[in-house]
């Protein structure tokens, strides 16, 4: 957190200096890396209890050089359940979660660090290397039966699993995010950007990739048909998921089953004993 925090101030202070190319690069910090938490002992603990992998993805963005994703499976059972974690988050955040479905011997569950997040390589990121590393994780160890999402992950398996034509026994989403261009613009407002100059980034942004971020919403990343069985878990007062813009897109996808878990936050609700318990539930149910 404390790199982050040094980029916000720089941030802060290219927009007082009004020096609008600075700021522009500057803005590539804010919004591509994520901040890094260290592992709790009882993270540690789990880790232990894992058989490591690790997958190669390709960087063309930032290092531009094949980065090394770090991979972590416990069971042997014939269901996999991969796990994809969130924006600043980290396989091991997962840990109640994990340690709960390790102890059913049908499942075998797969998790990962994101490029750039957790123990895997990389300083930035973006969600076309979380999502090519959802993508490698899946050729390196199976097509998964069920697949959980929290945050940032929600959309990267969306994509990767889109984009391979695997449909699974169910997607698990929770809290997912919905549409990356208006975090983007949060994450600026947040830090006294002036419009213009989040304009600026949003140009620059399309000038490098050819599409503004706005191409990449749940709306248009979502290529599955109602037969899909999607269990989606929020709280409606999630500060980084505003509500209107989930519902929205539920309105589109009415097969979806949702539920709300009321106060649990969007960081913290991947920890709640409800949602955990829910969660098993709904995996139990398919296999």
Known sequence: MKKLKQIIQEVK????????????????????????????????????EAETF??????????????????????KGSNRVLISHGWGSKAMDFDGLITTLKEDPRLQIIAFDAPA??????????????????KAVIAATGKPDIAIGHSFGTMANVAALCELGIKPKLLISIAPFILLQ?????????????????????????????????TYAMQNLYKFDDTL???LAYDEHDAMLPDAYLQAFLKEHPSI???????????????????????????????
């Open 229 to 231: 069985n999607h269990w």
């Open 182 to 214: 208006e975090n983007f613009i949060r994450s600026m407002s947040a830090a006294g950007v002036p419009a213009e100059a989040q304009q600026a980034f949003l140009d620059d942004f399309k000038l490098r990739y050819g599409i503004y971020p706005s």
């Open 117 to 134: 997040n957790g123990s895997s390589e990389g300083d930035l990121s973006n969600l076309l290397l979380f999502a090519n590393a959802v």
């Open 257 to 287: 089953r949702t539920k709300n878990f009321r106060n649990a936050g969007h960081e913290r609700i991947i920890k709640s004993a409800d949602v955990i318990r829910d969660v098993v539930e709904q995996v139990s149910g398919v296999i």
């Open 13 to 48: 202070t290219l927009v007082a200096q009004n020096k609008p190319a600075e700021l522009n690069a500057m803005l590539w910090q804010l919004i591509c890396y994520p901040p890094k938490m260290p592992l709790r002992l009882q993270q540690e603990q789990l880790l232990t």
């Open 54 to 75: 690790n997958v190669t993805v390709p960087d063309p963005y930032f290092t531009h050089k094949p980065l090394q994703v770090n991979g972590f499976k416990w069971g």
